[in-house]
């Protein structure tokens, strides 16, 4: 009797157990294609919150530049223009 139970179960297991849990997977992966409405919050979230460190650190450079004449960050140049271009 034992001798039947193992083979059936590992082939039920192989033939069954194993696709359907592939296919299950596979159908919950094709429903989450597109990001969740607690993910779009925490990017804006995000991209609010980098924006204004962006600003802190123009704040910060323009302070710098004007308590010290002669220095001259390059940064100040080049990236205010990319920074124009992200707004």
Not at 30 to 51: F, M, N, P, V, Y
């Amino acid at each position: 009797m034992e001798d039947i139970i193992v083979p059936v179960a590992v082939v039920g297991m192989l033939f069954i157990g194993l696709p359907g849990l592939i296919l299950h997977y596979l159908t919950k992966w094709k429903s989450q294609t597109g990001i969740s409405s607690q993910d779009e919050a925490l990017l804006d979230e995000l991209h609010d919150l980098a924006r204004r460190l962006d600003q802190r650190i123009e704040t910060v450079e323009r302070i710098i530049a004007a308590d010290n004449p002669n220095w001259k960050d390059g940064r100040i140049s080049d990236q205010s223009e990319q920074r124009r271009l992200l707004r």
